[in-house]
C-alpha cells in the first residue's frame, strides 16, 4: 500500500521502490508508531474529529496488530515502503473503512518524526541504566579496593602511586558526566512534533497539548517546519554515544595493557577471552579490542548524520531517512559494548601485589621523597637534584628506593634519617594525599559515600 499513490500513473521502478523503501530498518518502530496512532486517534476524538465508535474501532485494530506482530503472527515484509504503510495497510485490512481515517490531520512527516523521538527516548532510557549497571560494578571495586596501591601514570611513565580505587574513580566521573549528557539529552528532546503535519501544520482543530500529554512529552513543539526537519537531538545523541565509546574505549586500552605479560595487573576471566588458533598459550582480551575498535563505527554515525544534515533547506527532505539505520546501529553498538564491558570487568581479577610492585619499582615515591628533604629545610630545587641522583643510583644497581641502604642516601644528603623508609612507603605515598580527589583512604571514603548516594538516588 503506498500512502500518496494518487497523484500518479505509472507503477514505481522496483529498483526506486527499494531504494525508496526504509521498511527493513524503521520496523524497529512499530511498537512507537502504533502507540502514537493511538494517541493521535484519541486526540481527534476528543476533538470531534472521529467519533468514539471510529476511535475504538481504530484503536482496538491497531492494538491487535501490535499483539500479533509481538507474538509472531503478523510478520512485517518488505512489500510495504515503510513500516507506517505497513500497519494502516493491515488495519484497513482488519477494520474496513474506520481505518482509513487514521491518517486523517497527519502526515508522514511528523509522524516519522514522533516516531524517531520515542524510540529515541526509549533508547536513551535503556542505555542510562546500563551505563549506571556498569557505574555499580566499578563502585564496587572502587569499595574493594581503598589499599590496592599502584603505579598513577602520565605519558604512559610511572609517575606516583595511588589505588585502584582512585584510578577507577576517574572512569565513575567519566561515565557519570556521559549519564548527565543523556538526561539533558532527553530533556530538550522532549517536545512532541505530532499535529506538525507536512512543514506547515493543518486545518484540523487538534489539540497538540493533549497529544504531547498522552505521550508523556514535556509539550507539543513550538514551529511545525522544524519540528519535520529537526535531527538535533540525534546528533547531540550520536555526539553523546561517541564520547560513552571513548571513555570505554580509553579503559579498554588500559586493561589491554595491564592483561599482558609485561604488566600482568589484570586477568580477564576465560568467559571474557578467547585463545589463538596457532599458540596455545595465548588468552587475547577481544572484548577489549572490540570495544575499542566499534567506537570508531560510533564516531562514523556521528559524522555521516552531520554531513547528511549540513547543506539541507527547510522543511523535509528524503535525505533525512539515512538517519534511521546509522543511529540505530550505533545504538545497538552502545548497548552490546556497555553490556559486555560491565561483564569483562565485573569478572576481572586484580594482581595487587603485582600492581604495587610496580609502583614501588617505578619510583613513584621519587615525589616523597624529594618532599620529605624540603620538610628538613632544603629547598626544592635542590631536594629534586639530590633524588634524581638517587634514581640514578638505584637504576644502576637494579633497586628501589624502598631498597637502597640508609648509608646511601646519607653519602648524597646528610638530611636523611631513619624515617625517610615510612615517608616514602606506598601506603605513606597515598595516605597522606587526603584532599577531595585525591587517592588517600579517608578523602575516597568520602568520595565511595558520595558515589553511594548518587547510585541510590538516579
Not at 59 to 75: K, S
Not at 102 to 115: E, I, M, P, Y
Not at 201 to 206: A, H, N, S
Request: net charge negative; glycine share 6%.
Amino acid at each position: 500500500m503506498k500512502l500518496w499513490g494518487g497523484r500518479f500513473t505509472k507503477e514505481t521502478n522496483e529498483l526506486v521502490h527499494n531504494f525508496n523503501a526504509s521498511i527493513s530498518y524503521d520496523q524497529k518502530f512499530y511498537k512507537q508508531d502504533i502507540l502514537g496512532s493511538v494517541a493521535h486517534v484519541t486526540m481527534l476524538a476528543e476533538q470531534g474529529i472521529l467519533t468514539e465508535q471510529e476511535k475504538d474501532a481504530i484503536t482496538g485494530g491497531l492494538q491487535g496488530i501490535l499483539a500479533d506482530i509481538e507474538n509472531g503472527t503478523l510478520v512485517i515484509t518488505g512489500e510495504s515502503e515503510d513500516i507506517h504503510s505497513f500497519v494502516e495497510a493491515a488495519l484497513i485490512q482488519r477494520i474496513g473503512e474506520p481505518g482509513k481515517k487514521l491518517h486523517t490531520g497527519r502526515s508522514r512527516n511528523d509522524q516519522v518524526a514522533l516516531d524517531m523521538k520515542l524510540y529515541t527516548r526509549d533508547e536513551i532510557v535503556m542505555i542510562n541504566d546500563l551505563l549506571k549497571e556498569l557505574m555499580e560494578v566499578i563502585h564496587r571495586i572502587m569499595s574493594e579496593n581503598l589499599s590496592t596501591f599502584m603505579p598513577g601514570f602520565t605519558h604512559l611513565q610511572k609517575a606516583q602511586p595511588v589505588t585502584l580505587a582512585h584510578h577507577f574513580g576517574a572512569y565513575f566521573e567519566m561515565f557519570r558526566r556521559d549519564r548527565s549528557r543523556l538526561r539533558d539529552i532527553y530533556d530538550r528532546m522532549n517536545y512532541c512534533p505530532l499535529g506538525a503535519g507536512a512543514l506547515a501544520g493543518t486545518t484540523y482543530p487538534l489539540d497538540r497539548n493533549y497529544s504531547a500529554s498522552l505521550l508523556k512529552f514535556d509539550g507539543p513543539t513550538w514551529n511545525s517546519m522544524d519540528s519535520v526537519s529537526d535531527r538535533d537531538y540525534l546528533i547531540e545523541l550520536l555526539s553523546a554515544f561517541s564520547t560513552i565509546m571513548m571513555h570505554m574505549s580509553r579503559f579498554c586500552e588500559e586493561i589491554i595493557l595491564w592483561n599482558s605479560n609485561e604488566y600482568r595487573f589484570v586477568e580477564i576471566d576465560d568467559s571474557y577471552s578467547t585463545g589463538s588458533s596457532i599458540m596455545p598459550q595465548k588468552k587475547n582480551p577481544d572484548i577489549a579490542e572490540l570495544v575499542r575498535g566499534k567506537t570508531g563505527r560510533v564516531y562514523g554515525a556521528l559524522i555521516s548524520l552531520l554531513t547528511t544534515m549540513k547543506g539541507l533547506p527547510l522543511a523535509y527532505n528524503k535525505d533525512m531517512q539515512e538517519d534511521k539505520e546509522l543511529t540505530f546501529d550505533a545504538m545497538d553498538t552502545v548497548k552490546g559494548c556497555l553490556a559486555l564491558f560491565t561483564g569483562m570487568l565485573d569478572t576481572m581479577k586484580f594482581n595487587r601485589d603485582v600492581m604495587e610492585s610496580s609502583a614501588k619499582n617505578g619510583f613513584t615515591n621519587a615525589t616523597d621523597a624529594a618532599d620529605y628533604l624540603v620538610n628538613h629545610g632544603v629547598p626544592f630545587r635542590d631536594a629534586h637534584g639530590i633524588i634524581g641522583r638517587l634514581v640514578l643510583l638505584c637504576i644502576d644497581r637494579g633497586i628501589s628506593l624502598d631498597e637502597l641502604p640508609l648509608e646511601e642516601y646519607q653519602h648524597i644528603s646528610p638530611v636523611f634519617e631513619e624515617d625517610i623508609y615510612e615517608a616514602i612507603s606506598m601506603r605513606t605515598c597515598v595516605e597522606k594525599r587526603n584532599t577531595i580527589g585525591a587517592p588517600g583512604e579517608e578523602a575516597m571514603r568520602e568520595v565511595i559515600a558520595a558515589n553511594a548516594k548518587y547510585l541510590q538516588e538516579s
